[in-house]
Nanobody, 127 residues
């Protein structure tokens, strides 16, 4: 089992910044990825950003590319999502997730590919 604990959410004005943290504990895997998804009421959970393994490869949704940065601190087993130039449409519950990759392909933006999820942290951007 893997436990994921998110933190860092809150209320911020448009144009501001926040940093989310996802601390992992439990089992480790030889090949895995950690990603952030977000969800607003009545909508599907959507991929935001992901990092493969210790940080060799990253992926971003078009809507956040250039504004958000994902990074992993392997000494703390924590993944960070630095969010800048925030917009009201970034308001959502943000979830951290881990994909235990069994094959050769990282389906980074596919929600059902992820095996473990955190409880989520609310991010609210006011206009």
């Amino acid at each position: 089992q893997v436990q994921l604990v998110e933190s860092g959410g809150g209320l911020v004005q448009a144009g501001g910044s926040l940093r989310l943290s996802c601390a992992a504990s439990g089992r480790t895997f030889s090949r895995y990825a950690t990603s952030w998804f977000r969800q607003t009421p009545g909508k599907e959970r959507e991929f935001v950003a992901g990092v493969l393994g210790h940080g060799s490869t990253t992926r971003y949704a078009d809507s956040v590319s250039g504004r958000f940065t994902i990074a992993k601190d392997i000494t703390k087993d924590t993944v960070y999502l630095q969010m800048s130039s925030l917009k009201p449409e970034d308001t959502a519950v943000y979830y951290c997730a881990v994909d235990r990759i069994d094959g050769n392909t990282w389906e980074y933006n596919i929600q059902r590919a992820y095996d473990y999820w955190g409880q989520g942290t609310q991010v609210t951007v006011s206009s």
